[in-house]
């Protein structure tokens, strides 16, 4: 996957590393190249162009190694990056520059089915959820960054679905289960978990109260098919406690507990823009003040978000526009948020507007639907960041981060009406994910479905990308998400930096400089 920043070429450096490398040691250390002409974007709330500077950013890209369909993303305090997609957790802790698999053949689940990762950003520790048929799961989990792990099926119950599984921890609260937590919480485990799944039609929650191990406590949150569904979004929790789950349904909601999930109620917003069919799932992210940022495609296939300043009372029934109008087609957003205003979001989009009421795959006018989409219709990713999203008129700054496609053709949307055009169109599933670690750098977990010849090729089609190789982009220089860190730099060395810090996972980083002679 070629991309905004490439890993082109190698330098080697000297490096200086106290406890990870000898003195005068020569190591290899990636080189950045920068496009020069990226596909930017600045816009307003409604999508159009405005006359501001762009943000100045960098992406690194990854590749996993391994099918990363339906991937979950995770930082860990030591640098370590989880990516959790089928059956396998990949971990890196360099980077991005290698990634080994590291989950337990025993702790973890024997089999795989709609696999979820997290990782807990106050404690560390490292969640795989394994769907085992659509009977029952199985949660396996690490505290030394996937050394040795933990692990036990979850029961759901009788009802034989479980499916569309979801997991996610936050602070206790006190009231409901969090008055309970609060107790356990000091001696047993720090923060409440949270497991979610669909049982046919209906969202059901559990609170964990010793960090993932049993789930006694919760049940049905939200009603069946003649109210609303059951498949749903990632769990989302916010620095007060507050607990954000999102059903994907026509008008966009938000259902929210702010007792740990013991009570649940609903709010809708969104009526202005809709949602299309088929649909994904929405997402939420929340900042350290606690707003509330929610992310969907809208029914004329832009990315749109609602927000909340108190804690998912009240939403802005105005939807804003967070994708350019450029981008007619859009599919998988997801969202993470540091600071207040300041949040990253990334959707696979397109900008084939010629295509436009040309004859979809099922012979009408194409309407921007990915489901239906031309086989001509190319898809890439799109990273935007807006460091105001609270101001009434906020500012987006996107980054068309991909030069060759990661979709030709459709993506489908609804497992019940997929097509097989040279091989299934729903190789690319249900969602990617995106994520800041501890210094509010951004981390985008994606399936590639153009690689090899689909990548190198103009004249791909459809057929040609039906890959779903996992992949990550991460903000390799630009500004946190966290105001403390300001402007972060590359952990990788570029053509402009004259020292660059590295480090190992288990030890302390240090400035190094390049090796004169490669200068």
């Known amino acids: 996957m070629r991309s905004i920043a490439i890993l082109l070429v190698t330098l080697m450096v000297t490096m200086s590393l106290s406890g990870c490398f000898s003195n005068d040691e020569i190591v290899e250390i990636p080189v950045v190249v920068i496009e020069e002409e990226p596909r930017i974007f600045v816009t307003d709330k409604t999508g159009n162009s405005v006359d501001i500077p762009a943000v100045e950013m960098t992406f690194q890209f990854s590749d996993v190694g391994e099918t990363g369909k339906e991937p979950s993303i995770g930082v860990t305090s030591s640098g370590c990056i989880f990516f959790i997609a089928m059956e396998k957790v990949m971990r890196s802790c360099d980077y991005g520059e290698s990634w080994e698999e590291t989950q337990d053949p025993v ?27 659509l009977e029952t799961s199985w949660i396996c989990w690490s505290d030394d960054d996937g050394e040795t792990w933990l692990g036990n099926p979850h029961d759901s119950g009788t009802t034989p679905i479980n499916d569309h599984i979801k997991l996610a921890s936050g602070p206790w609260t006190s009231a409901g289960y969090g008055a309970l937590g609060q107790i356990t919480g000091s001696t047993i485990y720090e923060t409440a978990v949270y497991y979610c799944y669909n049982k046919l039609a209906g969202i059901f929650c559990f609170t964990s109260f010793d960090g993932g191990a049993t789930f006694e406590a919760g049940g049905q949150i939200i009603g069946l098919a003649t109210t609303n569904g059951g498949l749903h979004g990632a769990i989302s929790t916010a620095p007060d406690g507050t607990v954000y789950v999102t059903p994907r349904v026509a008008t966009p909601s938000v259902i929210v507990s702010k007792d740990n999930g013991f009570t649940w109620f609903e709010r809708t917003m969104g009526e202005d823009v809709g949602t299309p069919y088929p649909r994904k799932n929405s997402e939420i992210s929340t900042d350290t003040a606690s707003n509330a940022y929610h992310v969907w495609t809208g029914g004329d ?11 998912g009372e009240t939403w802005e029934q105005e939807s804003i526009r967070i994708s350019p109008v450029e981008v007619i087609s859009s599919v998988f957003p997801q969202t993470d948020a540091g600071d207040p205003g300041r949040i990253a979001v990334t959707y696979l989009g397109s900008e084939n507007s010629s295509l436009l009421n040309q004859s979809d795959i099922d012979g009408n006018p194409w309407d921007g639907n990915a489901h239906y989409a031309p086989n001509n219709v190319t898809y890439h990713l799109y990273i935007t ?32 009406d997929c097509r097989d055009i040279g091989g299934s169109n729903r190789n690319l599933l ?26 190198a090729n103009n004249n791909s089609t459809a057929q040609d990308s039906r890959d779903g190789r996992g992949s990550v982009y991460y903000l390799a220089q630009g500004p946190s998400l966290l105001v403390d860190y300001g402007e972060l730099s590359p952990i990788m060395a570029t053509p402009e930096t004259d020292a660059q810090k590295v480090c190992d996972s288990a030890v302390e980083c240090a400035p190094v400089a390049r090796n004169d002679e490669q200068n």
């Open 301 to 311: 296939e832009g990315v749109y978000m609602s927000r909340s300043i108190d804690s």
């Open 385 to 416: 960041y807006s460091l105001n999203a609270l101001d009434p008129e906020p500012i987006f700054h996107t980054y068309r981060v991909t030069d060759d496609p990661v979709q030709v053709g459709s993506i489908c949307l609804n497992s019940g």
């Open 107 to 133: 702790q973890c689940s024997p089999t795989t089915s709609d696999p979820y990762g997290w990782v807990d950003p106050i404690t560390d520790r490292v969640f795989n959820v394994q769907m085992i048929g």
């Open 430 to 455: 249900d969602f990617n994910d995106l994520h800041i670690d501890r210094q509010g750098r951004v981390y985008v977990a994606f399936a590639d479905g153009c690689t090899g010849g689909c990548a």
